[in-house]
Structure formats: C-alpha cells, structure tokens
C-alpha cells in the first residue's frame, strides 16, 4: 500500500522547536522568506538572514556566525563553490546545505562531492517537510560538534593544569601503564635519589618495590584495575638510589591520553610539629582564626610605601553545592579553593580561614591597581579550575571584597563591613569584585569606566556591535511600521550589553560619535538592501550631544555615504534630545537643517520638560515629537496630564506627530488615544527585541 508522505511527516513524533540563525544564500529574498515562513509556521523560532553576494557572507561568516548555511543551487557553479569554500574557510565546522527546486540522485551525489552536507528542495509543502527535518539534523550535529569542541579544549586545559600541579606539588607521584612507570615528577625522583625523572621512566614499577613486597603490589596492581581498592593507603618500601624508603602510598585509577593509568601517590611529610616550651605559667590562647585576621589588619605595616588591603573571598551558592554532592564533599572542595588561593599568594601576602568557605587575605601591592588587578587574576584562576572531590568534581566562583587599608580604619569595622558585603553580593549571584572605602571605589569607578569604553572601542573595531528594534505603535491604524533602533553590545565571550550599561562609558572617553556613524551606517545599509516596492518601516536613529557639536563633520561624511542613495523622510528619523537642542540651538538649527535637505526626518525626543518647549517648535523644524518619559511614569497625576494635551495640541496645529513612550498599562493607551496622540511606545506594545527587519542581513 501506498504511504502519502504528508500524512506520515504529520502523524510522526512533533520536532522540538530549533532556534538560531540561518543564512539563506540565494539571488531572490522570497526563497528565503518562503523558507522562513513555513519554519516559523512549524514552530521554529528562528532568525533567517538572507544574502545576495559573497561580501556579505564574508562579512556574516565573521562577525556574526549562523548555526547553517543554505545556498542556492541554482546560482552559477563558481558562486556556489565560492560559498562553500568560504564557509569551510572561515567556518570550519559550519554545515552548508544546498536548495533547490529539482532534486534527484544525481544532484545529491554532485552536492556531496563538493562538500555540502545535504540537498534539500523548497519546491512544494512535502520538499520544505523535508528540507526541515534537514535543518533540524544539521543544527543539531553543528551544535553537538561545538559541545565537542569546547569539551576537548577544557579537556586539555585540565590536562595541562594538572601536568603542572603534579611538577610543581611536593607529592610524590608516578603514573604506572601495564606495570611501567610511564611518568614520574621531581618529588617522586627525588624521594628515590634521582636527579632526572627521565631515569625512572620506563622501568617497572616491581623493580622498585622491595622484594619482601612484590608480590603483595602485583596483587594491588590488578585489583586497582578491576576497580577495588583504589586510593586506599598501602605500606610500601620502595629502593632506590637512596635506599630503601618506607611509604604510604595510594594507587588511584584515572585515565591519561584515553588510556588507563594508576596513578602512585606518595603524600608529601608534614612538617614536625615544634616542641613544646617549658614555661612555669601556661602560655596565652591563640587569637581565633578571624581574631588572627583583625589582629594582623591593626598591626603597623613594614614598609608603610606599599598599600595594604584587605580582602575577604568566599565561594558563590556553596549551599547549594553542598545540597548537590553533599556537605563532606563540598568541605572538601572549598578546602582545595583554598589551597589554590594560598599558592596564588605572593610570599609576603597572609591567608587566614574565615568560615568553611571564606578565605581572608592580606596583601600587599605597589599601588591600588595592582591590587584589583590581582584580585580579577584570583577569581578568574579559581573559576577555570576544576576541583575534584572523592566522588564529584565541581568548579566554583568567587566573591571578592577589598578593602585598602587607610591609617584611621579600624580593623574590626573593616572585617564588619567586607563580610556584610561579600554576603550580600554573593547572595545575588556573585562572581563579582567589589571594593569598599571612598579611595578604592572612585578609583574603581574611573577604572571600571576606562575598561568598559577599551570594551567598546574594540567591539567597534571588530564589528560586535548589534541593532534591537522597539516597536513604535500607530493609535490610528497606519500599517506601514515605525522603529527605534536601540544599540547592544557582545563582548568577547558573546555575552549581550544593552546600551544603558556601556553608553555612559563611551560618553566619557569621546566614543559617541564613531558609535552614531555606525549606527546610522547599519541603518542605512538596511534601507539600501530593501526591494523598490518594499512599504517597509520608518527607522529612527538617535543622535548624541557629541555628534551634534560635531555636526559639520557629520553632515559631511553623511553626504558621502547617502550620494548614491539619498535618504527618505519616511524612510529614516534622526532623533535628539530636546535639552541637547537647547544647549546648541545655533548647530541644531544647522544639522536639522542639513537634514532635512538631505531627505531625511528630524524627532525631538524627551520633549516636554524644558523651560521652553513650545518656543523651540518655532526654531527647530520636525516631523515627530517623543514625550519625555516622566509624562507616562506621572500620568495618574491631573496637572501632568493637562500639559501633555495642551501640548498635544500644539504639535496637531503645526502638523508633527507625537510618540508617547514607555507605556505600559492598557488603560493608558486608551488615554492617550483620545488625547488624540499619534504613536506609542513601551513593554505594553513590544518589548525590544532583535529582529529581522526587511533588508536587514544582521542579528
């Protein structure tokens, strides 16, 4: 009996819902909008960019990478082989499947050959079913060979941090494959009176065993191999150079290079414990190991040139470690972080234990800034670590709180307050250093803005700046779309920055201006992209007090960039604040008037709240006002409400549109409309959000 392929594809299990970017290479958009449409109408809430020439999957392929590439097999064999090398060359582990209208087994074979993963056609409701379930499969190996590929790394990260450990540790330790010693390091040799470790690798391990004990380690040997007896304590004598030594040793099962080793550890001594001194009246009791803490901060500095700070470090949600693998476990966990932080000290520096999982330290550094600086190197060390209990391994994060001592501090307060706040900052997610004291935290301040504003300058450089859009909502049925672009910002590790968060920094070391140029390019460039008869959305761009003091620059590069495509009115609004206005009125009158001959759209925005709001309406021309936040936050108050529609008003007598923004209750909007405003914005409407929007090739 025949199988309706339809009807099997819709009684099958439901595909989880797939997320990501897909590139769609093709020389129309309405393939990629077609593909777009039935993912979306399946459920799959993905971003599809469409390209049409090989810059501009470059310059996706670098800066902002898809999860899978689709190419048109259709377009001329040269253009699609350079798609493909490209996406291999740039994106090794990038899968690029080819589309098209006919498929057959001759095309498959062809597409295989010149490394695409698949052939998947668009032409009809059963091939898009199938092309699908490609995406689906190749999103998912794509994804899954990333995990892999993280994994390996933070493999050989660990691999390499404990190679180091085990050279630089005191505990003796030999590495035993099939009963050779196929490693040793310098605490094992030397135990045995060797000065190379080289000496001892590849002998057997039964040649250094007493004889009285060989057989005794046979037996441990392969009893540790099936899994019993490992890390339990073993007398032992050992011979070597130095003669024969008597031990305590483990074997521990592990794994090396994929291959099973035992691991011979030998702990280091401890140092003998003084003798006790005769004295006819018992000695005094030792401070408690926080007394000991404070009694050190009160006492006077060697060298008083150096500045001391105190730090207190504790371990992030250890509760919720010790609920996951169990209090005697997460002890022993937060006993090797603190082990770790004691061989990051630097000689002179002090630990004392303050809880289980705090550690107090007191260090001293040439200046402040090297101070934070050692206490980023801190946390980023123990968060990179992977500490390993008897039965669980976990990697932890660190609150750090610093406090440089000043000569009018007292101790007890200090520890008061760096507690209290390390606390309280770890209980909000922690991770974080904070720096308490008036010297330490503007000077943190000054530091933390000049590292935000080298963040981005350099997201700049690279290309890692990214446009949101905020619906702005027509109140009388206009379908053409109005948006305000709103700026994020990736790091290096891609995590997202909205522009509250870096702006401020960027004011303050003179990078408002390239940030505004390339804003207003990436909006330009999505209008450039869109089709003749697109009716696609008005954009507006907003424009800093920077800019606008450097207006005949601006004016002048804009005029470069727009010469081959003027701007629009209805296409692109610049938009300023109306208090920046006022401070420059005379470059306002010239840039809007520059503007506005170029064909662009002008908005005021955060209208309504200077001494002469209505006076400005007279010298500076706009299509739109955008009423200042405080009118919709205090709208429940009568008088508040009564200049906003006396200003109304006035914007309907000489015809500019009004925006009311940051709307967020129903009844509001209902207000507003008999107002008789035109336009409102806020988390009521659309929350901002990274979309496509037509002509726009970026995330």
């Known amino acids: 009996m025949a199988v309706n392929p339809v009807q099997f594809f819709q009684n099958s299990q439901t595909l989880e819902p797939i997320s990501g970017l897909l590139l769609v290479a093709t020389a129309t958009e309405e393939v990629a909008k077609r593909i777009e449409s039935h993912l979306r109408n399946a459920g799959h809430p993905l971003r599809v960019?469409?390209?049409?020439?090989?810059?501009?999957?470059?310059?996706?392929?670098?800066?902002?990478p898809p999860d899978l590439m689709l190419c048109d097999r259709d377009v001329r064999a040269a253009?699609?082989?350079?798609?493909?090398?490209?996406?291999?060359?740039?994106?090794?582990?990038?899968?690029?499947?080819l589309i098209g209208r006919q498929t057959g087994m001759p095309a498959t074979i062809a597409a295989l050959a010149s490394g695409a993963a698949d052939l998947a056609s668009y032409e009809d409701l059963e091939h898009l079913q199938h092309l699908e379930l490609v995406v689906a499969r190749e999103i998912s190996k794509h994804r899954n060979l990333r995990k892999l590929r993280q994994t390996q790394q933070q493999l050989e990260d660990f691999e390499s941090r404990h190679r180091q450990l085990t050279e630089s540790t005191g505990d003796a330790i030999g590495h035993v494959q099939e009963?050779?010693?196929?490693?040793?390091?310098?605490?094992?040799?030397?135990?045995?009176?060797y000065t190379d470790c080289s000496e001892l690798v590849g002998q057997p391990l039964i040649d250094l065993v007493d004889p009285s004990q060989q057989g005794q380690i046979k037996e441990r040997l392969r009893a540790v191999l099936k899994g019993k007896h490992a890390g339990d304590a073993l007398e032992l004598k050992l011979v070597g150079n130095a003669g024969c030594i008597e031990v305590k040793a483990q074997l521990i099962l592990g794994i090396q290079d994929g291959e099973r080793v035992i691991e011979l550890l030998i702990r280091a001594a401890a140092e003998p414990a003084p003798a006790p001194a005769a004295a006819a009246a018992p000695a005094p009791a030792a401070p408690s190991r926080r007394g000991a803490f404070t009694v050190a901060l009160s006492a006077t500095p060697h060298d008083t040139s150096l500045v001391r700070s105190a730090i207190l470090a504790r371990i992030d949600d250890f509760a919720g470690l010790e609920e996951r693998i169990g209090h005697s476990e997460a002890d022993d966990i937060a006993a090797q972080a603190a082990h770790a932080i004691r061989d990051f000290l630097s000689p002179h520096d002090q630990l004392f234990t303050f809880s289980v999982d705090e550690v107090a330290l007191l260090v001293q550094r040439e200046n402040l800034g090297e101070i934070e600086q050692f206490s980023e190197q801190l946390a980023k060390e123990i968060r990179q670590k992977i500490f390993t209990a008897s039965e669980h391994e976990a990697q932890v994060s660190l609150t750090i709180a610093l406090f440089p001592l000043g000569a009018t501090d007292v101790a007890s307060a200090v520890v008061r307050q760096l507690a209290a706040e390390a606390r309280r900052v770890s209980?909000?997610?922690?991770?974080?250093?904070?720096?308490?004291?008036?010297?330490?935290k503007a000077g943190l301040a000054d530091r933390e803005d000049a590292r935000r504003a080298a963040q981005v300058k350099k997201a700049l450089e690279e290309n890692r700046l990214k446009?949101?859009?905020?619906?702005?909502?027509?109140?009388?049925?206009?379908?053409?779309?109005?948006?305000?672009?709103?700026?994020?910002?990736?790091?290096?590790?891609?995590?997202?920055?909205?522009?509250a968060e870096f702006l401020p920094a960027a004011q303050k070391?003179?990078?408002?201006?390239?940030?505004?140029?390339?804003?207003?390019?990436?909006?330009?460039?999505?209008i450039k992209r869109r089709t003749p008869n697109q009716d696609a959305a008005v954009l507006f761009v907003k424009l800093s007090e920077d800019t606008l003091r450097d207006s005949d620059n601006f004016i002048a590069w804009l005029k470069q960039t727009?010469?081959?495509?003027?701007?629009?009115?209805?296409?692109?609004?610049?938009?300023?604040?109306?208090?920046?206005?006022?401070?420059?009125?005379?470059?306002?009158?010239?840039?809007?008037?520059?503007?506005?001959t170029m064909g662009a759209g002008v908005a005021i925005e955060h209208f309504g709240i200077g001494a002469n709001s209505m006076a400005m309406l007279d010298h500076i021309p706009t299509g739109y006002l955008k009423f200042h936040p405080s009118f919709t936050q205090n709208f429940s108050d009568k008088m508040v409400q009564k200049k906003l529609t006396e200003l109304v008003e006035a914007a309907k007598q000489r015809h500019i549109k009004t925006i009311v923004s940051h709307v967020e209750d129903a009844n509001v909007m209902a207000r507003l409309w008999q107002m008789g405003v035109n336009f409102i914005q806020g988390y009521h409407i659309q929350e901002p959000e990274v979309v496509q929007l037509s002509g726009d090739s970026r995330r």
């Open 467 to 499: 446009l949101a859009y905020q619906c702005i909502a027509s109140l009388e049925g206009e379908t053409r779309g109005h948006f305000d672009i709103l700026l994020r910002m990736l790091d290096e590790s891609d995590r997202e920055y909205h522009a």
């Open 427 to 440: 209980a909000k997610g922690g991770n974080q250093i904070v720096a308490l004291g008036a010297t330490a």
């Open 179 to 193: 009963g050779i010693l196929e490693s040793a390091n310098h605490a094992f040799a030397k135990l045995l009176g």
């Open 49 to 64: 960019s469409w390209v049409n020439d090989a810059a501009s999957i470059e310059d996706e392929l670098r800066n902002n």
């Open 562 to 596: 727009t010469q081959l495509r003027p701007m629009k009115a209805d296409e692109i609004v610049f938009e300023i604040q109306e208090l920046v206005l006022q401070n420059h009125i005379r470059k306002a009158k010239t840039l809007v008037e520059a503007l506005t």
């Open 79 to 97: 253009s699609r082989e350079r798609v493909i090398s490209m996406c291999h060359n740039l994106r090794p582990d990038l899968p690029v499947v």
């Open 509 to 526: 070391f003179d990078l408002m201006r390239p940030i505004d140029r390339w804003v207003t390019g990436m909006a330009l460039d999505i």
